[in-house]
T-cell receptor, first 112, second 112 residues
Framework: QQQVKQSPQSLIVQKGGIPIINCAYENTAFDYFPWYQQFPGKGPALLIAIRPDVSEKKEGRFTISFNKSAKQFSLHIMDSQPGDSATYFCAASITSGSRLTFGEGTQLTVNP | NAGVMQNPRHLVRRRGQEARLRCSPMKGHSHVYWYRQLPEEGLKFMVYLQKENIIDESGMPKERFSAEFPKEGPSILRIQQVVRGDSAAYFC??????????FGPGTRLTVT
């Protein structure tokens, strides 16, 4: 019940495309959903996060869509660039506990 | 404001030796988390600490692993009698409010 399932495992898009990465969770107690970006040899960097009281949040070219009834959330990257090529992780936590449960990661490649 | 600092960045230990990993949180952050990332896998929670207290150690192996966050100085993750299966990247994250977690660059441990 603590799992977060992420798909796809890998994704290749052309520059300017809109990659979409999906995550699903089971534990309805989760109330905080961040996305992280990780480049090879680096630590994960917090991109954007959402709470379940909103259905969408946008920051720059990154948008999270959240569907509470389906227990799913997704990351959209608008106007993707080669510099966006990285591994993306979704995560979830219960704020009272605060440990993050991560998805398995999506390796995104944006071709020029 | 400097980010989360971890050292060493790379650590090589022979089987049976001890590994000490250090983490200095961001200024003003009193919550520290340790995660482990095995090759080609996502991040797994290990332990959550506040100053001088272990809050949640449910993800940490019962034997050989210990963590502390003293009143003064960095948080330490200690692995005694390392085995090859301990080879991984160990990431520390800090938070000001138990919600947003900011990750350090990681320590890559190799056990030979």
């Amino acid at each position: 019940q603590q799992q977060v399932k992420q798909s796809p495992q890998s994704l290749i898009v052309q520059k300017g495309g809109i990659p979409i990465i999906n995550c699903a969770y089971e534990n309805t107690a989760f109330d905080y959903f961040p996305w992280y970006q990780q480049f090879p040899g680096k630590g994960p960097a917090l991109l954007i996060a959402i709470r379940p009281d909103v259905s969408e949040k946008k920051e720059g070219r990154f948008t999270i869509s959240f569907n509470k009834s389906a227990k799913q959330f997704s990351l959209h990257i608008m106007d993707s660039q080669p510099g966006d090529s990285a591994t993306y992780f979704c995560a979830a936590s219960i704020t009272s506990g605060s440990r993050l449960t991560f998805g398995e990661g999506t390796q995104l490649t944006v071709n020029p | 404001n400097a980010g989360v600092m971890q050292n060493p960045r790379h650590l090589v230990r022979r089987r049976g030796q001890e590994a000490r990993l250090r983490c200095s949180p961001m200024k003003g952050h009193s919550h520290v988390y340790w995660y482990r990332q095995l090759p080609e896998e996502g991040l797994k929670f290990m332990v959550y600490l506040q100053k001088e207290n272990i809050i949640d150690e449910s993800g940490m192996p019962k034997e050989r692993f210990s963590a502390e966050f003293p009143k003064e100085g960095p948080s330490i993750l200690r692995i005694q009698q390392v085995v090859r299966g301990d080879s991984a990247a160990y990431f520390c994250a800090s938070s000001p409010d138990r919600l947003e977690q900011y990750f350090g660059p990681g320590t890559r441990l190799t056990v030979t």
